[in-house]
């Protein structure tokens, strides 16, 4: 990266940018962005959990611990 800035006479932060703006024009743009969702937690297995099924999850677990203690 050093030899090709100095070749041109940039800085390296420069030959980064360039890079970058170039890069950039290579992705097409999309009219309508989609919106950031919130990623849901990952369980066991790498399966993806929806949040809304971890509490009853934990419950389960939970009164399987207690079961076992009696």
Do not use: C
């Amino acid at each position: 990266m050093k030899r090709i800035a100095n070749e041109r006479d940039w800085s390296v932060a420069e030959l980064i940018r360039r890079g970058m703006e170039a890069y950039l024009r290579t992705i097409p743009d999309t009219e309508k962005k989609a919106e950031w969702v919130m990623p849901t937690l990952r369980g066991s297995g790498g399966l993806l959990k929806d949040l809304a099924d971890i509490h009853p999850e934990a419950d389960t677990v939970e009164k399987r611990y207690l079961n076992a203690l009696r």
